[in-house]
């Protein structure tokens, strides 16, 4: 557990040393049929990020299949925090395999501790109905600030944000929330441009993963912006319970997507943020939803604040 939640950061070294070491990161080494060991990349919070272990954890369902399937859905529970300078284990349970089903349980163990679990369904559908809201995204990405120029100023504010890993490149349409507080103004809303600081393989478990691990940062920053709170500036303890994410389309992460988040309600010390992937076009690539335990302490600010 911890007391801020990262929504990115400046990467002090150069994006394509943190971009290949998400790579690295990923590329589990296999110890048998349904073992994985994972490791932490050289730059990580005071707990496993919750986005690398289901990232990890997504890796190791897709290597466990006999043929590749397209992936439908991840569902992801946080029991315990990880030890970021111990190796993760990935157990993984063969719930079952169809000609174009497979489902699989994967347990993130660490020194005999079972800090997550994860339900992972994979599914050939083919052609059927489709709709979908169409949200057209705003801006032109390239035309937008990288994160690092939002968070000049502020290295003292968010230093966690700020020292990050950062193999995503992120251009936000709307002040992230170090800026909006700032400011003195609230957002019901996030919406960020995302993609890898890199060419990724043609493996769409590797480009799955990558969308895993991005989909567990703004989501739920919403929950705090509404109020006009931002990480830093105000004593908040977050800490995320569950993670789901649908995929509804093929993509690939190292094109910009447009991950747009709100927070629906908050109440009982818990929040709910919800978010949407979209491609270039605005047509729905998946849907991510996530719980968090969120607790603010007014009038006590951190150190940094």
Do not use: C
């Not at 919403?222 to 908040?236: A, V």
């Not at 978010?275 to 150190?303: C, M, N, W």
Request: aromatic share 10%; glycine share 10%; net charge negative.
């Amino acid at each position: 557990m911890f007391e801020s939640v990262s929504s990115g950061g400046a990467d002090s070294g150069s994006p394509g040393s943190d971009f290949d070491e998400l790579l690295s990161v990923m590329n589990l080494e296999r110890l048998d049929d349904n073992t994985f060991i994972g490791v932490h990349p050289s730059k990580n919070p005071i707990r496993t990020f919750g986005g690398q272990m289901m990232a990890q954890a997504f890796v190791a369902a897709g290597r466990s299949l006999d043929k590749p399937l397209p992936p439908s859905a991840l569902s992801a529970h946080f029991i315990a925090g990880g030890d970021p300078t111990a190796d993760l284990e990935f157990h993984v349970v063969r719930l079952r395999d169809e000609r174009r089903f497979a489902n699989r349980r994967v347990d993130v163990m660490q020194q005999g501790q079972l800090l997550t679990t994860a339900l992972v369904s994979f599914l050939s559908g083919g052609s059927g109905l489709e709709h979908g809201v169409v949200q057209p995204p705003p801006d032109d990405p390239q035309m937008l600030p990288p994160i690092d120029e939002l968070l000049r100023g502020y290295e003292d504010v968010v230093p966690h944000f700020a020292n990050a890993l950062r193999p995503i490149e992120w251009r936000y349409t709307n002040d992230p929330a170090w800026v909006m507080r700032d400011k003195g103004e609230r957002l019901t809303h996030n919406r960020v441009w995302m993609k890898a600081r890199g060419t990724m393989p043609d493996d769409q478990v590797l480009h799955g993963a990558a969308l895993v691990y991005s989909s567990d940062t703004t989501v739920l920053d919403s929950i705090i912006t509404t109020h006009g709170l931002s990480w830093g500036y105000d004593r908040i303890f977050a800490v995320t319970t569950n993670h789901s994410v649908w995929f509804h389309r093929p993509f690939r992460f190292d094109d910009w997507v447009f991950y747009s988040t709100t927070s629906p309600v908050a109440a009982n010390s818990r929040g709910l943020g919800t978010g949407h992937f979209f491609d270039g076009s605005g047509q729905p690539l998946a849907t991510v939803v996530q719980e968090g335990i969120v607790k603010y302490f007014p009038g006590r600010p951190t150190a940094s604040g």
